[in-house]
């Protein structure tokens, strides 16, 4: 089996989408109403007191019209008090969201809330109250987090706002599995499987084990009976001890390259390994990373911790999983992992780097709750290639792409090949517009220079367009069989106006831009 930086990310992508398009979708017949006499009488007054409702506004990117957001957007989900006024949910809840609020238990006041914390790759996001002098906390206590994972079979509840009422809720159930997943954006850590009911409205609520968090509800898949997920206590600290300082930084991730499995008894053959050597090995490394790694070689260790055939490691009794969950306990202050490789014959090891973030050639924007940027010229509307464009493609297109060697399929999961670089792409169709005649769209069409100059970010293509003295402007593009772009540089830079004004276009270009433009010098 081969695992490639790209299969991987599509992968996680596709995994990801499916859960959260579900958002912890599964049948109810085991929800229990804390109206119910039994389930109220086993729950304590305090658990109930500090769950809460929160209600969002949100205001999705438009990628193909990138000068506007999509339509306000409601929606809601569960959150839990902690120690110090916040409260934990989950960052799927509040994505986007332009307007937050929390609303307490039997209690008809919304109010208002902030995001002080967002981390998408684990789907852990805090919220703290924007009135600093609010009451609100004052019979609504925080809940103890659990500092060690749940056993195996134990019974937990599940409380949250789920659709269908407006009380809350509480759904009994055991826990089934624990494992190492792949959550989003590179994040691998630890993650429960429940059985109790969790459906839309569940997620960012708690589950509890005598009153403690054990876990955080953030999933589950529809076309199962009662299969949810919980982002363990364990990660949970680890998320509010990153973000104490004001700033989630995120989880290291290891510049491994591509690997494959050492399962093959002819593989295991050539590279010369002894029956008992296990590990993973390398296929190849991108060229533009500082990894010291080289095809060929097979990771045996990370850390002291023996990695088997299929790139796993025991973590703790009765559960192992992929390697790479040891990277955030083992990288040093220098950022680098130790791993023990053979190569020709001989163990060694290598300091290996783990960076916080790896630079993305198509960065997502969902990572940072951004905004596609964007620039507008003529009938020409100019942005930069993100995860969501590349993964946004039609199959259609997809086909299309690929012969044309169009880089939104040739270089998916690649690292820039130098510091700034980005690929600008034309985000929608040409604008109506006279001087447009006999031109295709280009649509998704990645620019390739402007005037004979490499345009190798967004920045570049706005000051090479503005520092143009020549009459005509001609735009090039990447991959074979494309057409040229040919316009009258008076002609497109008077036509823009009139663009804008047509279509109710406010700016010409994203915030980051605009000091770039002629008129804001």
Not at 195 to 201: E, I, T, Y
Not at 379 to 391: L, Y
């Amino acid at each position: 089996m081969s695992l490639t930086p790209a299969s991987c990310r599509f992968a996680v992508l596709l995994a990801a989408a499916a859960l959260l398009s579900l958002v912890v979708a599964a049948p109810s017949p085991a929800q229990v109403l804390l109206d119910d006499p039994a389930a109220d009488e086993a729950i304590d007054a305090d658990v109930r007191a500090s769950v809460v409702k929160i209600h969002t506004t949100a205001r999705y990117p438009n990628l193909f019209q990138p000068w506007r957001k999509e339509g306000p957007s409601e929606s809601s989900g569960t959150g839990v008090i902690i120690e110090g006024g916040r409260i934990i949910t989950n960052a799927h809840v509040v994505n986007y969201a332009s307007r937050v609020y929390i609303q307490g238990y039997q209690s008809a006041d919304r109010i208002e809330a902030r995001v002080v914390a967002f981390a998408p790759g684990v789907d852990l996001a805090m919220l703290e109250i924007v009135d600093d002098d609010t009451d609100f906390f004052d019979d609504r206590p925080p809940l103890p987090i659990a500092d060690e994972l749940p056993a195996i079979r134990g019974d937990i509840s599940a409380f949250g706002y789920p659709v269908g009422g407006d009380d809350l809720s509480v759904t009994r159930g055991i826990v089934s599995r624990i494992e190492v997943a792949s959550y989003n954006h590179g994040f691998i850590g630890l993650r429960i499987q429940v059985d109790a009911a969790l459906n839309p409205g569940n997620s960012g609520g708690p589950a509890l084990i005598d009153k403690q968090i054990v876990g955080i509800v953030f999933s589950g898949i529809g076309s199962a009976d009662n299969i949810g997920y919980l982002i363990p206590a364990e990660e949970v600290l680890d998320f509010i001890e990153d973000a104490a300082d004001g700033t989630y930084d995120g989880r290291p991730e290891l510049q491994l390259g591509s690997m494959q499995t050492l399962e093959n008894d002819a593989l295991r053959a050539k590279l010369g390994l002894e029956r008992d050597v296990t590990g993973m090995m390398v296929t190849s490394v991108q060229d533009d990373t500082d990894s010291p790694l080289q095809p060929w070689d097979v990771i045996t260790h990370i850390g002291e911790h023996d990695i088997d055939n299929e790139g796993q490691c025991p973590v703790r009794d009765d559960l192992r999983g992929d390697f790479r969950y040891f990277v955030h306990d083992l990288v040093n202050d220098e950022g680098t992992v130790e791993l023990t490789v053979i190569r020709d014959g001989e163990s060694i090891k290598l300091a290996v780097p783990a960076p916080l973030q790896v630079p993305s050639l198509m960065p997502s924007l969902r990572r940072d709750n951004a905004y596609p940027r964007y620039f507008i010229y003529g009938p020409i509307v100019f942005s930069q290639v993100t995860d969501e464009v590349a993964s946004a493609l039609p199959p259609r297109f997809l086909q299309l792409f690929n012969y044309i060697e169009s880089p939104l399929v040739t270089r998916v999961g690649d690292t820039p090949a130098f510091e700034g670089e980005e690929l600008v792409v034309v985000a929608a169709p040409m604008f109506d517009h006279r001087i447009t005649k006999g031109y295709d769209g280009h649509h998704l069409a990645v620019i390739a220079s402007i005037n004979g100059q490499d345009v190798t970010n967004l920045e570049s293509l706005v000051t090479i367009l503005y520092g143009l003295d020549d009459e005509f402007v001609v735009i090039e593009f990447m991959g074979i069989a494309t057409e040229t772009l040919v316009f009258s540089r008076q002609e497109i830079e008077d036509a823009t106006e009139e663009i804008l004004t047509d279509n109710g276009i406010r700016y010409q270009a994203s915030s980051d831009l605009r000091h770039l433009l002629p008129e804001e010098e």
